[in-house]
């Protein structure tokens, strides 16, 4: 059984700093990669950011520079995603939900499979 939790949201003003955690623990092997993605009240989910266990991270455009990810890669134990968020502007508004892919083999070949968290409101207003 895989639980993911996630804690760290709130309400900041413009220019102010948060920062999300996030953790899957339980029986977990092959954890390829940890994102985070947000959704904004009537826009679709969205990559913020990714890494990779090798090592690759990736970032959309709009939080470069402003956010920062760090992941605890572990088999068998507690995975770990962080979300640095500073210069925080009212457009990063929105729920953010953690992600974990982990890799998967059948019959058909090489999948894989999401584990997403609950979520957890950023607001930024003044």
């Known amino acids: 059984q895989v639980q993911v939790v996630e804690s760290g949201g709130g309400l900041v003003q413009p220019g102010g700093s948060l920062r999300l955690s996030c953790a899957a623990s339980?029986?977990?092997?092959?954890?390829?990669?940890m994102g985070w993605y947000r959704q904004a009240p009537g826009k679709q989910r969205e990559l913020v950011a990714v890494?990779?266990?090798?090592?690759?991270?990736?970032?959309?455009d709009s939080v470069k520079g402003r956010f920062t990810l760090s992941a605890i890669f572990r088999d068998n134990a507690k995975n770990t995603v962080y979300l640095q968020m500073i210069r925080l502007k009212p457009e990063d508004t929105a729920i953010y939900y953690c992600?974990?892919?982990?890799?998967?083999?059948?019959?058909?070949?090489?999948?894989?499979?999401?584990?997403w968290g609950q979520g957890t409101q950023v607001t930024v207003s003044s």
């Open positions: 992600n974990f892919k982990k890799s998967r083999v059948n019959s058909s070949g090489s999948y894989s499979e999401d584990y």
């Open positions: 339980g029986t977990i092997f092959n954890i390829y990669a």
């Open positions: 890494r990779t266990s090798g090592g690759s991270a990736n970032y959309a």
